[in-house]
């Protein structure tokens, strides 16, 4: 039932770019795009970029389910935050350069994706929100059992930044930017391709109309638990390069709020956008900057006052509702021209 | 053995708080649709609202039974009438990420107010110490938390079961647009029923107050457990809710009992092996996907 319902709410937003696929203007928004990434650090404060870049990579990955699948993961902290803890055990005892821990935080996180995507796609809607919530908070408390490992409360600490001896980006923030935001971009392209492919296409079937995808001969479930693991995968290489970023991670990583963080940036961009969690992360992560920065203890009340005015007025978000002004004006302005 | 009735008790003392929030979720999302995130902030709210009247007004655990459900039935009408009847035609994620967002406010409220470190409240004359069985050692508040619980979930189940209004709920909960071609007025029923599960929340928060440390924080864990307790009972059922409430509390005393370390794990487990069998629940309807 819900399902149906997620994607009368969204179908608008699914339907294919007004843009033709060679329009010039494709690769002037792509160009932007990258001189935007390029001078983000010259802008802000590097660590502060770097998370903008996390949070949105990790955005995107809700969204890769939420929009595209129609599947909202409350739980995408499990990913997230396992991929730190692993990330970080494998640069602290084996010292190899950080890309190749964060790729090993990122399997890692599907590993632990696929039982959990497996037994959560039996519930759909609601329900597997509410699952995936549970399932994140059982990691949460495996994490701080496993104290050994992970440190507890206190959190893995002096999680190295190995990268191939170049001692610019293992000690300045500015430099390592570029070599986390390479990780990034690769994760980015992986879930445009994603979506862009006949895989997503059936993706897209499945949230819009499962019982037909089923008759066509989709297993719908094992897409969806597909889509979970890359989903996963792609959150754990977000959360693996914030860990190396941070140099700790802490069962904050694993938390519930964590997990609606997330969510809240997604809806914030815009769900269904892909693009919209970077600009979502943008709003939220250099929000909480400067509030931290300017003495503001009581964030949780203004991240609830965004989620609650955005979900009562604002639901497409803020790629959603701009890519809609822009396609509403295409048109009128063909319209106008046909006359 | 003796140890064992002990920890059955803890559990269904436990159980109850679990039971009767369970009872308002399961409600609340029969009638309206919406799976209400903030139920474990408003059994949090129970708790500190009893606190405070304590503290400040002097008023006792006895009238908190009966005046923080009533205040929290208000918050509840006025939470349904500003936020979440928007957005009932919608899809029902968005009541849960609106509810969601006003947990955080909610919360984070409490903790600017009443700051992170607990409040007191003590267990109310005449229900401290213990009581001896055989060779058993019992609390008194225990046994209580557990029969007063066990008495409101059966009122519930009574009102839902033999007057009219609980038959208008249930045919809503059933069907609500074939429960309007029977010229029942359904929406009317909506602000009320969100507010009586939110008054029951709020009730469970009052009986907890005596015995767990009443923390802004306090209904963080407890919204997913309880979630876990609705996922297990069937979220549809009212019966479930209740069952897998106790049954949740028992599992998580058995566990803080005999595997300390593994305590919370063990009931989402639980809910996986759930999950795994019957997905629907065990009091659950199949769903029609």
């Known amino acids: 039932m819900s399902e149906q319902m997620t994607a009368k709410v969204d179908v608008d937003l699914a339907q294919p770019s007004i843009l033709s696929r060679r329009s010039p203007w494709r690769y002037l928004m792509l160009l932007a795009g990258l001189a935007v990434l390029v001078m983000l650090p010259y802008w802000i404060y590097p660590p502060v970029a770097m998370d903008i870049l996390c949070w949105g990579l990790f955005a995107i990955s809700v969204d890769l389910l939420l929009g595209f699948t129609g599947l909202l993961s409350f739980g995408h902290a499990a990913f997230w935050g396992g991929s730190s803890y692993c990330t970080g055990l494998i640069a602290i005892h084996w ?77 300045d923030a500015f430099y390592f930017y570029y ?3 390479a990780l990034i971009v690769v994760g980015i392209a992986i879930a445009w391709r994603v979506v862009n492919s006949p895989f997503g296409r059936v993706l897209t079937a499945v949230r819009d109309n499962p019982a037909r995808a089923r008759a066509l001969g989709y297993d719908v479930e094992v897409f969806k638990i ?15 390069v914030f860990a190396i970023s941070h140099g700790f991670a802490s069962l904050q990583e694993l938390s519930w709020t964590t997990s609606g963080k997330v969510v809240l940036i997604t809806v914030l961009g815009g769900i269904g956008t892909l693009w919209g969690g970077l600009v979502g992360a943008g709003v939220v992560v250099t929000l909480e900057d400067y509030l931290a920065s300017s003495g503001f203890e009581g964030i949780g009340l203004i991240t609830g006052v965004i989620f609650v005015v955005i979900v009562l007025l604002f639901r497409h978000g803020i790629w959603g509702t701009a890519r809609n002004a822009l396609r509403k004006y295409v048109i009128e302005r063909r319209r106008s021209r046909h006359e | 053995m003796s140890a064992f009735i002990q920890y059955t008790l803890q559990g269904l003392a436990a159980g109850g708080f679990y039971a009767l929030s369970a009872l308002g979720l399961a409600v609340i999302f029969g009638v309206l649709g919406v799976v209400n995130f903030s139920h474990g ?52 994620l968005y009541n849960f990420l609106l509810t969601f967002g006003l947990t955080l406010i909610i919360v984070e409220a409490v ?23 055989g060779s058993v050692n019992l609390s008194v508040y225990a046994i209580f938390a557990c029969v007063f619980s066990v008495v409101v979930c059966l009122a519930v189940g009574l009102l839902m079961t033999r007057t009219r209004i609980g038959m208008i709920v249930r045919a809503s909960t059933e069907n609500a647009d074939r429960t309007r071609a029977f010229g029942i007025n359904v929406t009317r029923w909506v602000t009320p029923v969100f507010g009586f599960g939110i008054a029951l929340a709020g009730l469970a928060g009052v009986l907890a107050a005596p015995t767990r440390a009443i923390t802004a924080e306090m209904g963080s864990n407890f919204i997913i457990i309880l979630f876990a307790v609705v ?59």
């Open chain 2, 41 to 92: 902030a408003c059994y949090m709210l129970g708790a500190v609202i009893s606190a405070v009247l304590l503290a400040e007004l002097g008023i006792g655990f006895w009238a908190a039974l009966v005046v923080v459900p009533i205040v929290m039935f208000g918050f509840g009408v006025l939470m349904e009438r500003l936020f979440v009847r928007w957005l009932l035609a919608l899809d029902p």
């Open chain 1, 179 to 181: 070599a986390g935001a």
């Open chain 1, 226 to 240: 597909k889509a979970f693991v890359i989903s996963a995968g792609l959150a754990g290489l977000a959360g693996g």
């Open chain 2, 111 to 133: 903790k600017q107010r009443y700051g992170v470190s607990g409040l007191p409240y003590e267990i109310p004359a005449g229900l401290g110490g213990q009581v001896t069985v």
């Open chain 2, 231 to 289: 996922v297990i009972g069937g979220l549809g059922s009212i019966l479930g809710a209740v069952v897998a409430g106790f049954l949740v509390g028992l599992v998580e005393a058995y566990g803080v009992a005999y595997a300390p370390a593994y305590a919370q794990i063990v009931i989402f487990v639980l809910m996986a092996a759930v999950i795994l069998v019957r997905p629907s629940g065990l009091f659950g309807r199949e769903e029609v996907a």
């Open chain 1, 95 to 171: 010292g190899v350069p950080f890309p190749v821990a964060v790729l090993g935080g990122s399997v890692f996180a599907m590993l632990i994706a696929w039982p959990i995507g497996w037994l959560s796609v039996r519930r759909t809607g609601i329900y597997f929100a509410m699952v995936t919530l549970a399932f994140a908070q059982m990691i949460y408390f495996i994490a701080n059992q496993l104290r050994d490992l992970t440190g507890g409360e206190n959190g893995l600490q002096g999680i190295p930044r190995t990268f191939f001896g170049i001692e610019a980006v293992e000690t």
